[in-house]
């Protein structure tokens, strides 16, 4: 049964589940919805408390959203606030709690400063000893104007990663993705080709791209690599004054949503996985077998 609390310690509530109204047996996961502010400080909190009641349900993994431990629009501002990975208290939070409830944790993004001063946004794969298995910077910058007004230019701070990983977890091969990324099926193809069997794609997404395209384009990575996809994502107003679109999901490898955490509140949401199913879907439907290398593009006369 899928359930969601509040990141307070409050009752239990039923959340969203599978469409069909069916439990499915496996491993429980664990996913973050959050309203990020501007005091990394604040959003440690949210987070180490999350860890805790991940936990404490049984989840062997949590998934936070992109940026969780900072979300500011000013970059000013918030330039003060970002420091070296070495040097960023709430990585360290999340890593002694991750250690002290013995539990893994895909902590979504955080804005990490680089040694040539401009910003990486990375995210980090920990494990139950508080060790970080993996890292993955952000491939795909979000430069956009939207018909709304909302104009963003994430590469005039940020950096570009250079490389894709993949991370071996109870929870499945994992491949970390972030937000962006998800419009660029390549790298997907390529995740799933070097064999993962789940995508993770942490996320800030703005509220008009979420509403036309944010549940289209998770269902349809999932299809496409035959493979789970956890999306923990950013809701709600933010200090900053932006605004982002929420709905974390869970979806299985026939594109079944398994979770839908919705727009309205922060939370914490929970699905359970059956690793088995990556196989059964493959075996039924074999396209990453029948994938071939495309031959160039002809112009017909």
């Known amino acids: 049964m899928i359930w969601r609390r509040s990141t307070g ?12 109204g069916s439990d499915v047996a496996g491993m429980k996961i664990a996913l973050l919805q959050m309203t990020s502010g501007i005091s990394p400080a604040a959003n440690a909190a949210t987070l180490v408390a999350a860890v805790a009641d991940a936990a404490a349900a049984g989840a062997a993994m949590l998934f936070t959203p992109e940026m969780s431990g900072l979300l500011d629009r000013d970059r000013e501002r918030a330039r003060g606030r970002i420091v070296a990975e070495g040097d960023d208290r709430v990585l360290a939070a999340v890593r002694d709690a991750a250690r002290a ?56 701070a940020y950096a570009a990663g250079d490389s894709a990983v993949l991370v ?45 395209h944010w549940h289209v384009l998770l269902r349809a990575r999932a299809i496409e690599a035959g493979a789970f996809v956890v999306a ?9 004054g932006r605004a982002t679109y929420g709905h974390s999901l869970v979806i299985d490898p026939w594109g079944k949503v398994l979770l839908d955490m919705g727009g309205d509140a922060a939370g914490l949401g929970f699905a359970d996985i059956d690793r088995a199913r ?7 439907v074999a396209a990453l077998r029948h994938r071939r290398a495309i031959p160039p593009v002809v112009l017909a006369s």
């Open 232 to 240: 923990a994502a950013q809701c709600g107003l933010h200090e900053d």
């Open 168 to 212: 071996e977890t109870p929870v499945g091969l994992l491949a970390p993705t972030i937000c962006y990324d998800l419009r660029f099926p390549d790298l997907y193809r390529a995740l799933s080709d070097a064999g993962a069997t789940m995508l993770s794609v942490p996320a800030a997404f703005t509220r008009p791209t979420g509403a036309a």
């Open 278 to 284: 990556v196989d059964s879907v493959r075996a039924e």
């Open 9 to 20: 310690r409050a009752a239990w509530t039923r959340c969203l589940p599978s469409d069909d």
């Open 101 to 156: 409830r013995g539990i893994w944790v895909h902590l979504g993004s955080l804005a990490v400063l680089r040694p040539d001063g401009r910003f990486a946004n990375r995210g980090f794969v920990i494990d139950p000893a508080g060790a970080i298995r993996a890292r993955y910077d952000k491939l795909h910058l979000f430069d956009v104007d939207l018909p709304s007004g909302e104009r963003w230019r994430e590469s005039s």
